[in-house]
């Protein structure tokens, strides 16, 4: 993802609409405990409201639909819950692979592929692949990912072509550095969303999210659906961004 924040000014043609809205899906596991159900189910009905967001993002004209599956800090977590979220990405890429191509999804992985399971890798390459052609939507998977060190991996490839004598540390500006982040080429997140109630980026996206909007849902995830999503648009769509500029009133 570049580091120039731009605002939006494709998709359905109004500055006010988001071109790239990522979400942190938080809340699964207080969603199955208020139900009495095992966390796991939790993650289970989350799949099921990505599935259904996935769809809703498309049909609003939103390009880039980047979604927060497994943060690099999850590994703290039981095996147990670490095997059901693994389980899930493989059902999910298995199952649904063939209809996220058919209907136009590109889908993208950020996010650390070492250490991973060789199956997990394949089938990660494969959905990249497969729907490598698709302009529809930008689904953009953060699996094993954590912003913190996205950045310190950038910074190490640069380290290392200073170090070779290929280039002058002179040269290394904020524009330089995230050329070396994950996904150069996709723009910066205009709106960013938590579910859950909670207020922090988690390591998500540190970078990316200089000039984005934030918006907090109070629903935990299994339970958002497109209505909250055109509600987080809604609200979006009344900020006003200022780039670090002035406000349009004033600024001319
Ligand atoms: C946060 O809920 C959610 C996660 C750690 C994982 C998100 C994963 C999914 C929605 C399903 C898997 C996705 C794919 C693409 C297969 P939490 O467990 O932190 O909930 P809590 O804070 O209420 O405990």
């Known amino acids: 993802m570049s580091n120039v924040a731009a605002p939006a000014t494709e998709g359905p043609d109004r500055a006010d ?46 390009l880039y639909l980047t979604i927060f599956s497994f943060s690099a800090e999850n590994w703290s977590r039981p095996a147990t819950e670490i095997g059901d979220l693994f389980g899930l990405l493989r059902r999910f890429i298995r199952n649904d692979l063939a ?71 002179s040269s290394i500006d904020a524009d330089t550095l995230g050329q070396y982040l994950d996904a150069p080429d996709i723009p910066d997140p205009d709106l960013i969303i938590r579910t859950s109630g909670e207020q922090r980026l988690s ?24 209505a909250a999503l055109e509600g987080a648009i809604a609200e979006y769509a009344r900020r006003e961004r200022r780039f670090g500029g002035l406000a349009a009133k004033t600024g001319s």
Not at 35 to 52: C, F, I, N, S
Not at 139 to 168: C, T, W
Not at 203 to 226: G, R
Request: aromatic residues 6%; neutral net charge.
């Open 203 to 226: 390591n998500f996206l540190m970078w990316q999210a200089a000039y984005s909007e934030l918006v907090f849902v109070p629903v935990h995830w299994p339970d958002f659906d497109k």
């Open 17 to 62: 609409h988001p071109l790239h809205v990522a979400i942190i899906m938080d809340g699964n596991g207080r969603w199955a405990a208020a139900r009495g159900l095992p966390r796991a189910e939790g993650h289970r009905r989350g799949v099921e409201a990505l599935r259904k967001v996935v769809r809703a993002a498309s049909e609003l004209g939103i």
């Open 99 to 169: 209809t996220l191509h058919r209907d136009g999804v590109r889908v993208r992985v950020i996010g650390e592929r070492e250490g991973l399971e060789p199956d997990i890798c394949a089938l990660l390459k494969e959905a990249e692949d497969l729907t490598r052609d698709n302009n529809r939507l930008n689904l953009v998977v953060a699996f094993n990912y954590g912003s913190r060190q996205e950045i310190a991996h950038a910074a190490q490839r640069l380290a290392r072509e200073v170090a070779d004598g290929k280039r002058d540390p």
